[in-house]
C-alpha cells in the first residue's frame, strides 16, 4: 500500500506520478505524429483483415471478437488462415499462440512503463504488442516511456478494433491490398522504429544480426512463429562480446 | 460451445497470459541488472527478426523481390534519418510501383 502522508516524494506535489496521469506532453516532440501514422497504418491493415476473414467465410462476430479479445495482427491473421483453409480450431488457436508467445519477452521488458496500480498492469498487458514494443524501447526517460506506452497502446487499440469491424462489414469488396504494397510497410515501420536501439549498442547490433539470419534461414523449416523465437539465440553474440558503457566505447560515434 | 468461439477463447486467454508475465513477475522476482539488459537487447532481437522474416518470408517461402526492395528503401530512408511518414509511404509505394511494373 502506499501512504496518500507521504511528504518525500516529490511527485506528491502535483500529483503526477503518483496518480500515474500520462500526458500528450511528456512525448518528444514529433514521436505522437509517429505514433499516430503507425495508427493510421495498423487502421488499413485492419480493414483488411477484418475483409479477409469476412471474405474467407467466417461469420462477422470471429474477426471482430478476435481483435477486441486477442488483439495481435499477425496471430489474427494466422489463425484466421489455418480457420478458412480448414485447417482446424485447435490447429489455429496452436499457431497463434505459438506467434504470440514473443508478448512474453516484450511485457517483461516493458513491465516497468505500464505503471504501479494493479489496474494499470492488468489492462496495460492487453496493450502490449510489438508497436508499442517498438515505441516504447525507442524512448529514454521513464515518463517517456510510459507516456509512448499508453499514447500508443491505447490509440492502437481503437484503431485497429474500429477498422477490422469496418473491414468486416464492408466484406471482400476491398481486394487484394497487397497490391498497395502494405505488406513492405510493416517490416519497414519496426525497421525505423529499431534503428535508434541499433544505432548506439554493438551488442544489440550483433545480437540482432545473428538472430535475423537464424530466423530468415529457419523460416521454411519450421511452423509459423518458431523461427522469430530461435532468434533469441542471437542474445548468446550479445553476451561474448566485449561490454563497457557508453561513454567509454572508443568507435561507436554516432 | 461453438469450435471456433473456443479457438478464439483459447487465443485469447492463453495470449493475455503471455502479455501478463511482466507485470505479474515484476516487483516479485528481483531482476538483476545484466538480465533486464538482455531482456531489452532481446526484445530488439525479436523486433528485428520479425521484420526480417517479414520483409523475406511469405508462408514458408520466399516473399518475392517486390517486398524485400520496398522495406530496404525504407530502411535506407530511415538511416539518413527520414521522417516517419516518408518511411512509411517510400517503403510500400517502391513494392507497390514494383509489382505494377510486373515484379513479384
Known amino acids: ?25 511528456d512525448l518528444p516532440p514529433g514521436v505522437l505524429r509517429d505514433i499516430a501514422l503507425v495508427w493510421l497504418a495498423d487502421a488499413v491493415v ?4 477484418g475483409a479477409i476473414a469476412v471474405g474467407g467465410g467466417l461469420p462477422v462476430w470471429v474477426p471482430v471478437l478476435m481483435s477486441l479479445l486477442v488483439y495481435a495482427g499477425s496471430a489474427q491473421f494466422s489463425a484466421v488462415g489455418v ?3 480448414g ?82 462489414l464492408a466484406g471482400s469488396a476491398l481486394g487484394d491490398t497487397d497490391r498497395f504494397g502494405l505488406d513492405a510497410a510493416f517490416p519497414a515501420v519496426l525497421l525505423a522504429l529499431v534503428l535508434p536501439a541499433l544505432r548506439g549498442d554493438s551488442a544489440a547490433r550483433r545480437a540482432s544480426a545473428v538472430g535475423a539470419v537464424v530466423a530468415v534461414a529457419s523460416a521454411p ?13 542471437g542474445l548468446l553474440a550479445a553476451r561474448r562480446g566485449p561490454r563497457r558503457p557508453r561513454t ?3 568507435r561507436s560515434a554516432s | 460451445m461453438n469450435a471456433t ?18 507485470p505479474v513477475l515484476h516487483g516479485r522476482v528481483e531482476l538483476p541488472a545484466r538480465v533486464q539488459e538482455l531482456l531489452t537487447v532481446g526484445a530488439t532481437v525479436l523486433l528485428v527478426a520479425l521484420l526480417a522474416t517479414g520483409a523475406l518470408t ?37 513494392t507497390a510501383l514494383l509489382r505494377l511494373a510486373g515484379v513479384q
Open chain 1, 1 to 25: 500500500m502506499c501512504s496518500p502522508h507521504r511528504t518525500d516524494d516529490p511527485s506528491h506535489r502535483t500529483g503526477e506520478g503518483a496518480t500515474g496521469l500520462v500526458r500528450f506532453s
Open chain 1, 46 to 49: 485492419g480493414v483488411s483483415f
Open chain 1, 83 to 85: 480457420l478458412t483453409a
Open chain 1, 87 to 168: 485447417g482446424g480450431p485447435v490447429a489455429a488457436a496452436a499457431t497463434g499462440l505459438l506467434l504470440n508467445s514473443r508478448t512474453a519477452a516484450f511485457s517483461l521488458a516493458l513491465a516497468d512503463d505500464l505503471g504501479r496500480s494493479w489496474t494499470a498492469r492488468l489492462i496495460g498487458a492487453h496493450l502490449v504488442t510489438d508497436e508499442t514494443a517498438a515505441f516504447v524501447l525507442a524512448q529514454e526517460g521513464r515518463r517517456q516511456r510510459k507516456a509512448a506506452f499508453w499514447i500508443s497502446g491505447v490509440g492502437l487499440f481503437v484503431a485497429w478494433n474500429l477498422s477490422v469491424l469496418a473491414g468486416a
Open chain 1, 221 to 233: 523449416l519450421l511452423p509459423a512463429g518458431v523461427p522469430v523465437l530461435l532468434a533469441l539465440l
Open chain 1, 248 to 250: 567509454a566505447s572508443s
Open chain 2, 5 to 22: 468461439l473456443a479457438c478464439v477463447l483459447a487465443l485469447a486467454a492463453g495470449t493475455y497470459v503471455f502479455r501478463l508475465a511482466g
Open chain 2, 58 to 94: 511469405e508462408g514458408q517461402g520466399f516473399a518475392g523481390w517486390a517486398r524485400p526492395a520496398g522495406v530496404l528503401a525504407g530502411g535506407v530512408l530511415a538511416w539518413r534519418r527520414a521522417p516517419f511518414a516518408v518511411v512509411v509511404v517510400g517503403a510500400a509505394a517502391t
